[in-house]
């Protein structure tokens, strides 16, 4: 059975930083490329940033510069170093493992940021 667990969520002052981690059983994360993405409450699901298989990233605008996504497929975790979080960069956070058709989430976890 495959699982992904989002940790490391929770309440920050505006200016402040998060580390997300996602660590994933039941797959091999150097087969999939890796997402990260946010949902803010009457928001659509936005993508924030990915790594690819050969490591390659892409971040959404609105992060770059502050957002740090890396990968760890010994250990089958993806990192999110999020750095001078402001008040809308608060939402439920996803990681995602994609391959083909193969596409796993985990549950999320909770970022608010204080302003």
């Known amino acids: 059975q495959v699982r992904l667990v989002e940790s490391g969520g929770g309440l920050v002052q505006f200016g402040g930083s998060l580390r997300l981690s996602c660590v994933g059983s039941?797959?091999?994360?150097?087969?999939?490329?890796l997402y990260w993405y946010r949902q803010a409450p009457g928001k659509q699901r936005e993508l924030v940033a990915n790594?690819?298989?050969?490591?390659?990233?892409n971040y959404a605008d609105s992060v770059k510069g502050r957002f740090a996504i890396s990968r760890d497929n010994d250990k089958n975790t993806v990192t999110l170093e999020m750095n001078n979080l402001k008040p809308e960069d608060t939402a439920v956070y996803y990681c995602n493992a994609a391959a083909n058709i193969r596409d796993y989430w985990g549950q999320g976890t909770q970022v608010t940021v204080s302003s």
């Open positions: 790594i690819l298989r050969n490591g390659a990233t």
């Open positions: 039941g797959l091999s994360f150097g087969a999939y490329h």
